[in-house]
């Protein structure tokens, strides 16, 4: 089965950066969409991010200007950097394709504290 795991979440004040990492298996990676999502406790999970194949991406009006997502095909990588961060942005963090292929991580934690 393929599988994500997301990295390099932390507590960070806000105003700060962080900047996250999904290494992807199986040799799908290179044809599907991908995609970091967040829930935040006691709402469900959004999807945040998307970056098509070639590199088109898009972003919820929430995170425009503040977010960046890339991805690398050759590595099987997606990263979120994340600037600008707010406490509203605290949630946990995951990354998947745009159809849901892989089998959902364990994501990795951001904390903003205000």
């Known amino acids: 089965q393929v599988q994500v795991v997301e990295s390099g979440g932390g507590l960070v004040q806000a105003g700060g950066s962080l900047r996250l990492s999904c290494a992807a298996s199986g040799s799908i990676f290179r044809l599907v969409s991908m995609g970091w999502y967040r829930q935040a406790p006691g709402k469900q999970r959004e999807l945040v991010a998307t970056i098509t194949p070639s590199g088109v991406m898009d972003y919820v009006d929430s995170v425009k200007g503040r977010f960046t997502i890339s991805r690398d095909n050759a590595r099987n990588m997606v990263y979120l950097q994340m600037n600008s961060l707010k406490p509203e942005d605290t949630a946990v963090y995951y990354c998947?394709?745009?159809?849901?292929?892989?089998?959902w991580g364990q994501g990795t934690q951001v904390t903003v504290s205000s």
């Open positions: 998947n394709s745009n159809t849901h292929a892989y089998a």
